[in-house]
């Protein structure tokens, strides 16, 4: 199992990071977990199309994690070669209301040569072709979830969160963990800090730890992070 860090940003613009978002890639699937703005060119720079992916996974439904959502869509049609291949969608709590409503906004997006399978999971289970994809609520709006994807090895992605037990349990053992940090020290509601992201650690045990979702904060951070935490880079690819 690999994982491409397409982005680990936020909503700020920047030159230097993309908003959150991560591509992983098992034997037999691709999932990309979560779609914010420009995700798709960045599937192109890295060397894939959006014909690549099997699954797409949105923690929650904020722009700056579902935006390019649209692009991929209307992609998947009317691309050079257009999608034949099925596409699932997983969603928390509202995500069918949410894609019915991206159809109605924007009718073009209803697949025209594929099967598209959405799935609306807040906290279950989904198994396809191998890998287990576990969902569960986060505390940050009402359809946050955290994912932990299995195929023999685990990794896990807190989505947006703010402190939560729910997240411990998500990535208790996991082999590697994206925990949001949107902020050394400062603290902001339905976000986590350095001091949370700690406290999570040593309680969920993970065996390795990117720091992901980084405001402008750390641009000036001037401490020492120990293993087994790790600063996330766009661009970085991790094998477990």
Known sequence: MKV??????TCVPSLQRLSSSYLVRTEQLNVLVDVGPSVVRRLLEYGYTTR?????VLTHFHVDHSADLSTFLFASNYDVVPRTKELAIIGGEGFQDFYRG???IYPWLLPKSYELFPHELQGGVLKKSGIVITTSHMEHCKESVGVRIEEGKSV???GDTDYTHNLVRLAEGADL???ECSFPERKAPGHLN???VQKVVDQAKPRRVILSHLYPDWDNYKGVLHPPLLLGEDGMEIEI
């Not at 690549?52 to 797409?56: A, E, G, L, P, Y």
């Open 4 to 9: 491409k860090l397409l982005g680990t940003g």
């Open 52 to 56: 690549d992916i099997d699954i797409i």
């Open 102 to 104: 991206l159809l109605t």
């Open 156 to 158: 896990v992605f807190s």
């Open 177 to 179: 963990l994206f925990v």
């Open 194 to 196: 350095l001091a949370e």
